[in-house]
């Protein structure tokens, strides 16, 4: 069975700075999408980034950037000049790849992130 | 129209009550999800549908009753409850048959409080 781990309950940032959240998997799979999902107070599950296992370019998006270490099965996100708005919850997610049919999201326990003005 | 709108936003029911929850999608996904998820917890899926078929249950009990009537639409029903049952309750899509069927559009979610 998949299983994503994420390590960190809580992380702080100063507005501005950087900050990396981990985060950890298990698959016997090849193939397969990773997630970084944001869930601000309003519990809105907001998608940041996504990474196909296949491809090893590590994904950016905006301010966000993923590191994948397919091999170590490690999947961290990088925030950069990190921003009040940022502040939420982060969950990791694995999803194996499947066609025709919804497939399992599944999810690590999540970091809450805060950031000081 | 990207949304996946679920209705209501809020709802309080006693243990005796039938309630459904609904969500609405017209993305043209044709697969649909139901998670649960409690406070600071992450989201536990419940049930997905495909083509509007059930294929995924996970083990849910029989007080909570998925129903999938059209591509645009689901619900779940909800019967003799517990308090343990309150919770945010997540509707996502998503398009099975096509490259973009990793990505999940979730809804805003209802906050259900069993009394």
């Known amino acids: ?117 | 129209d990207t949304e996946v709108t679920q209705t209501p936003k809020h709802l309080v029911m006693g243990m005796t009550n039938k309630k459904s929850l609904k969500c609405e999608q017209h993305m043209g996904h044709r697969a649909m999800y139901w998670y649960k998820q409690k406070a600071k917890k992450p989201p536990e899926l419940m049930f997905v549908y495909s083509y509007e078929k059930l294929s995924i249950n996970e083990s849910v009990p029989s007080r909570f009753s998925p129903e999938c009537p059209n591509s645009s639409l689901l619900n779940l029903h909800l019967h003799a409850l517990q308090p343990e049952d309150s919770a945010l309750y997540l509707c996502a899509s998503s398009h099975p048959n096509r490259r973009a069927n990793e990505k999940l559009f979730f809804g805003s979610g209802t906050q259900l409080s069993v009394l």
């Open chain 1, 1 to 117: 069975a998949q299983t994503v781990t994420q390590s960190q309950p809580e992380m702080s940032v100063q507005e501005a700075e950087t900050v990396t959240l981990s985060c950890t998997y298990d698959t016997s799979e090849s193939d397969y999408y990773l997630f970084w999902y944001k869930q601000p107070p309003s519990r809105q599950m907001i998608l940041v980034i996504r990474q196909e296992a296949y491809k090893q370019q590590n994904a950016t998006e905006n301010r966000f950037s993923v590191n994948f270490q397919k091999a170590a099965k490690s999947f961290s996100l990088k925030i950069s000049d990190s921003q009040l708005g940022d502040a939420a919850m982060y969950f990791c997610a694995y999803r194996r790849k499947i066609y025709n049919q919804g497939g399992k999201l599944i999810f690590g326990q999540g970091t809450e992130l805060s950031v000081k003005p």
